[in-house]
């Protein structure tokens, strides 16, 4: 059956027909995030704005089985027949600072009927919201991201290019507020004039590494924000000569890429996660019951797993507590700033944040519908007695391993988006065996 469809005359396409004029948008990008975790995507002119805002955008099925090192993995019905459709939310257009004469808008796969495609990542989420909804919850989410700022230099032997950090500044130190100030400012309002409200910024332990934080939001604006943060720290780098990374490990010796999830469930008005309460206590049990095939998500590229590692302040075991930095599940803490929240550290840049966020909400939801106990809240390090915890998984393939193993999250995922993330990543796994740390970091550093 044919789905409505947005028609050029719709007041909301109007108005964003509109604004492409005022603002001098000549293109107009339909964003989507894969499997790979990369961010993809088509642009219209905006002579055409208005209907294929309806029509979207016609897209090969295969680009859903092609993995980060833009290798085609074989995937039933994702070959070289059939077609979905980049399909914008036109509520998300927003014009690019970064990218003078350029906008986007964050899009769905569907079919040539209009339907969402059985392999679309943003339905996955909107899937997820709504079964939370018949709950009775929202959530509310936000991700944390930690990025590395520098320069892209070639390899005089040859070798692939690398990211020379832009200073070796002190964690929270001044003279790094120095010399990343022009870039940060940049970002800021480059940000801020997309609706993200920025939170906090300071610059980060490791060489060249900066945090900024940015306000939490419904979960599909959180991770539709994400996939704007990401954008724009590359694009604004891009403009002053500069390469900025997301990447999970950047550099082999330097702290690594977090990009921590922030999550709370909500009803109406208030924060069911501020204070504890069974609720909480039961969604928590749901994470830690799932935690090592989340990480498959969370943290879904082969150099997420490099670093998560004891004593790096991005969890290395499956465990939870109050205001505890090595947990994989932290309670933070809050003084005014809207309430408690969980903080959720195995997750970082490289994931899919469509599928990390709704694949973290069913975790959640499986804990509240089985009433699971998290067991005892660890106020220690962990590593400080190893053998009493459980660890995370220690590389991608045994992420995806448990991911399998995983009923909960296979069956959400679904028949066609699981065999086709677990090929692409499987693909991944095999395609950075044996090869040398320079090849795997420079790989994720073009893309994250
Ligand atoms: N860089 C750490 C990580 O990889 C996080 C440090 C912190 O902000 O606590 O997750
Ligand atoms: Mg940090």
Redesign the pocket.
């Known amino acids: 059956m044919m789905r409505d469809r947005h028609t050029p005359t719709d007041p909301v396409v109007q108005r964003v027909i509109e604004r492409a004029e005022i603002e001098g948008i000549e293109l107009v990008r339909f964003l989507y995030a894969d499997h790979g975790g990369v961010i993809r995507g088509k642009a219209t002119s905006r002579s055409r704005l208005g209907e294929r805002i309806g029509t979207g955008i016609g897209h090969t099925v295969a680009m859903m089985a092609m993995n980060m090192l833009d290798q085609l993995q074989e995937v039933e019905q994702m070959g070289p027949v059939g077609e979905v459709r980049i399909t914008p939310d036109p509520s998300t257009f927003v014009p690019l600072p970064y990218a003078p004469g350029g906008a986007a808008m964050l899009s769905d796969l569907r079919t040539q009927d209009g339907s969402p495609w059985a392999a679309c990542p943003r339905t996955f989420l909107k899937d997820a919201i709504a079964e939370l909804a018949g709950e009775g919850y929202t959530a509310v989410a936000a991700f944390e991201p930690?990025f590395t700022l520098g320069r892209r230099l070639p390899d005089p032997a040859g070798g692939p290019d690398r990211l020379a950090p832009l200073d070796d500044s002190l964690c929270y130190a001044g003279t790094g507020f120095d010399t990343a100030h022009d870039y940060t400012v940049r970002l800021i309002r480059a940000l801020e004039r997309q609706g993200l409200q920025v939170e906090h910024y300071y610059p980060?332990?490791g060489a060249g590494q900066q945090?900024l934080s940015v306000r939490h939001a419904p979960a599909l604006r959180a991770a539709d924000n994400q996939v704007l943060y990401r954008e724009t720290v590359r694009g604004v780098a891009l403009r002053m000569a500069m390469w900025a990374s997301l990447a999970p490990k950047p550099i082999a010796d330097q702290?690594?890429?977090?990009c921590?999830l922030h999550l709370s469930l909500w009803d109406g008005t208030r924060n069911l996660f501020d204070g504890e309460s069974d609720l909480r206590s039961h969604f928590v049990g749901g994470l830690i019951a799932h935690l090592p095939a989340l990480t498959a998500l969370t943290c879904g590229s082969v150099n997420s797993f490099r670093?998560l590692a004891p004593r790096?302040?991005?969890s290395a075991y499956a465990v939870w507590g109050p205001d505890n930095?090595e947990a994989a599940v932290r309670v933070c803490s809050a003084l005014g700033e809207g309430g408690e929240n969980l903080e959720l550290?195995p997750s970082d840049s490289s994931a899919n944040p469509y599928l990390s966020l709704g694949a973290v909400l069913h975790a959640g939801l499986d804990g509240i519908r089985r009433r699971l106990d998290p067991g005892e809240a660890v106020t220690i390090d962990p590593d400080t007695n190893p053998a009493a915890y459980q660890r995370l998984p220690a590389s991608l393939d045994e992420a995806l391993d448990a991911l399998e193993a995983d009923e909960v999250l296979m069956e959400a995922l679904g028949p066609l988006r699981r065999t086709a993330y677990l090929a692409v990543k499987r693909s991944e796994a095999t395609a950075f065996k044996g090869k040398d740390a320079a090849y795997e970091t420079f790989n994720h550093l073009r893309v994250f």
Not at 255 to 258: D, K, S, T, V, W
């Open positions: 930690e980060e332990l945090e702290a690594g890429n977090g921590h670093r790096m302040w991005s930095r550290k």
